[in-house]
């Protein structure tokens, strides 16, 4: 093949090229160009090619090109011959070519082959690996099973028209996919169950089981969408269709003065059954009251590709969420900004709020929070954050591209806003800086976050996240976090950046017997239903615990021993004081009371020969050894107090006689214990039989619960 270029009159010039090609000929490549009015010979060497390469252990069935790189034809060369497994490439010229064998169920093979000479041969032993098999199993003829392949580009759905090559077993109740390595999300829904999803990091051969939870009457179905009733201007929601309903028309376009502002009140639980669902818009916003009243949304589901996610969006403008647990798996890609409850908090206020979130991120994200990703100008109290985030690739592989550090367990970034009296447990895989609490707090006044913890593990590289927060030194005066507790060992430092006083490490024992020192909100979680952390003081208990707290420590004052005046004047003062205690109607009032009567009784003087109990929460400053007795009276206290409140069950007289037998037992033993362990078995053992007197009280049979005394001090005994 010549190719001439085109004569010019104005310049007479022209190119000519001769290129390297042919199969079964080959010659030198001319390339060539001149101008004016040149007479020129070309000289072509041709001469016959030899090489071959020869292709064994070609898989049948698979598809396969060889071609020569570079060549300007690039035209898949034709086998001479084909001998069983093996092809037959003859008379090639020197060059590089590319093999590539394809078949469905395998990944590609592709080599590179070389020729140098005329007369080579080249042997090439092919070795077409098996993709990944994936089975899920436990499939009925009406289980539907999504395949999702997560990619940098796109995402793609993998079928089983597309993916399911020849299966090993013809069982009727699995379905195989043979997929590369990589990340992979799956659905597996069926009528009458609850939808299960989860991601898969394909390395090896896997199984996967349909966990078949059946759906609850109640349950959404995935599908119906309802309008609910009104009382008033508030919606009453009590089905997930009207949930669903809500949240696709609670939203507000910017600047939208026509939208009619929305509230409503959870009236049941809700089960979203784990199927994903198109709520609010993103680019909504939600600037009404939305009042769980202490209802749970569980199962809640989303997954997304490219966009924020939140289940309100955007709370703004004095908008209001309350009174709400949400318990529920978030899957996305490559997303802006990640949240349970909303991607941005501005101007609002969130408070009683439980998360409890399973997040996995394919690809890049800006920010994460399981509350809210950004909090702008807004206050929240008493959040609790349980969640568990993976992030795959997440690190961008431009070295110049910042590398964000606003993602953190609770929020993602904290500007200008109150946090008190919260928590979040998180554990985290990847690479990407992470914060405990925050991922960035700036911004900030005097005591705008306050009483708070962080538990947990941030996997992967510590030295970028912090157990507090990455904080902006410049907004953020000395003053403004105050007792933040972060559990030693979940990072390698408090804060990534900054420097604050009101945040530090303390070990997993302190901080899980330590509810004293984060205040009147915690309480030690002694039924473990928090992992040992600390839990919130419901608003029932605040009052009732206020006042045995004050009981305990006032009682403590009896154990001394004082000259007989003395001893009168403080037994008046302790009866005195639990008498106003009793009929206080509020925690301020107790305390009122307590310090009152605290002042008088430490004015007189125990008589020197006996231990002085006064006063048990003044340890002073000294040593390990001071901290952790002042622990140990804590816990005590708190124990003790806890107890008490079974005393105001309403049980017959043989129950009240029975449970007061096992509380001022219990109250003796912790009295005497040594260790927070040792407290924590009491009230354990005294809450198993408090259970069962409480179960015989219930069933209406007739027991002789005074027997019960007898047998549990045998026990103990024994």
């Known amino acids: 093949e010549i190719q001439l270029g085109d004569w010019s009159s104005d310049v007479c010039s022209s190119d000519l090229k001769i290129p390297d090609s042919g ?56 086998p001479d011959k084909v001998e069983g497994q093996s092809m037959f490439f003859e008379n090639l010229g020197p060059g590089t070519y590319e093999f590539i064998a394809k078949k469905d169920g395998y990944y590609d093979y592709i080599r590179e082959i070389v020729i140098g000479s005329s007369d080579e041969v080249q042997n090439i032993d092919v070795e077409q690996k098996r993709l990944e098999k994936i089975t899920f199993k436990n499939l009925t003829a009406e289980s539907k099973v999504s395949f999702y392949r997560t990619k940098w580009d796109k995402d793609e759905a993998l079928t089983i028209d597309k993916a399911l090559v020849s299966p090993e077993s013809t069982d009727e109740n699995t379905v195989t996919y043979y997929v590369p390595k990589g990340i992979f999300f799956y659905s597996i829904d069926e009528p009458g169950y609850r939808q299960d999803n989860g991601t898969i990091h394909v390395k090896e051969d896997k199984e996967v089981s349909f966990k ?40 507000e376009e910017e600047e939208n003065e026509e939208h009619e502002v929305m509230n409503a009140v959870l009236t049941k639980d809700i089960d979203m059954s784990n199927r994903s ?3 609010m818009s993103s680019s909504y916003s939600f600037t009404g009251s939305f009042d769980g009243r202490g209802h749970k949304i569980t199962n809640y589901f989303v997954r997304n590709f490219y966009e924020d996610i939140g289940l309100f969006s955007q709370l703004f403008d004095g908008g209001e969420i309350k009174n709400l647990s949400l318990e529920g798996n978030i899957q996305a890609k490559s997303a802006l900004r990640i949240s349970g409850l909303a991607v941005l908090i501005d101007g609002s206020k969130v408070n009683n709020i439980d998360l409890n979130l399973n997040i996995a991120v394919v690809g890049s994200v800006d920010v994460i929070g399981s509350l809210t990703g950004l909090m702008f100008e807004s206050s929240a109290e008493q959040i609790s954050c349980r969640s568990n985030i993976k992030i795959y690739d ?65 996997n992967g590289n510590q030295m970028l996240g912090a157990g507090f927060a990455f904080v902006d030194g410049d907004s953020v005066p000395s003053d403004a976090i105050k007792n933040v507790l972060c559990e030693k060992g979940m990072a390698e430092k408090t804060v990534a950046e900054g420097s604050v006083d009101g945040a530090k490490f303390v070990s997993e024992e302190i901080l899980k017997n330590g509810a004293e020192q984060l205040g009147e909100a915690f309480k030690n979680d002694y039924l473990n239903e928090n992992e040992g952390y600390p839990v919130f003081v419901n608003e029932g208990e605040k009052l009732g615990l206020a006042k045995n707290k004050a009981k305990v420590e006032l009682n403590n004052y009896l154990k001394n021993k004082y000259s007989p005046s003395d001893q009168q004047k403080v037994n008046g003062i302790v009866a005195e004081a639990i008498n106003r205690i009793d009929n206080a109607e509020t925690v301020e009032q107790v305390k009122a009371i307590l310090k009152k009567a605290k002042e008088e009784l430490d004015k007189i003087n125990p008589l020197p020969s006996q231990g002085n109990n006064v006063n048990p929460g003044n340890d002073g400053n000294a040593g390990v050894a001071i901290q952790a007795e002042r622990i140990l009276n804590k816990t005590k206290l708190a124990a003790q107090a806890e107890l008490m409140l079974y005393l105001d069950n309403d049980y017959s007289e043989e129950g009240k006689k029975t449970v007061k037998a096992f509380v001022t037992e219990a109250m003796s033993k912790i009295a005497n214990a040594n260790t927070v362990e040792e407290i924590k078995k009491i009230v354990d053992d005294t809450k198993e039989k408090l259970k069962s007197v409480e179960e015989r009280e219930t069933s209406g049979g007739a027991v002789n619960l005074q027997l019960e005394i007898g047998r549990a001090s045998c026990r103990e005994r024994v």
């Open 23 to 78: 199969a079964n000929t080959m010659f030198n490549a001319v390339s060539n160009s001149w101008k004016g009015n040149t007479v020129e010979d070309v000289e072509v060497t041709v001469n016959r090619a030899t090489s071959k390469i020869i292709i064994n252990n070609i898989i049948e069935g698979s598809d396969y090109t060889l071609i020569k790189k570079g060549s300007e034809n690039g035209s898949q060369l034709t």
């Open 212 to 251: 078949k939870e059946k759906l609850e009457e109640g349950a959404w179905d995935g599908k119906t969408v309802s309008e609910p009733e009104k009382e008033g201007d508030v919606y009453q929601i009590k089905t997930g269709a009207e949930l669903v309903w809500f949240l696709q028309n609670c939203g």
């Open 277 to 279: 669902f198109e709520g």
């Open 394 to 458: 997440s690190l961008p592989t431009d070295e110049e591209t910042p590398i964000s550090n606003e993602s953190g367990g609770l929020a993602g970034r904290i500007y200008d806003s109150t946090l008190r009296n919260s928590y979040s447990i998180v554990n985290v895989e990847s690479d990407r800086p992470f914060g405990g609490l925050a991922g960035s707090v700036a911004g900030l006044s005097a005591n705008q976050i306050e009483n708070c913890y962080t538990a947990g593990k941030l």
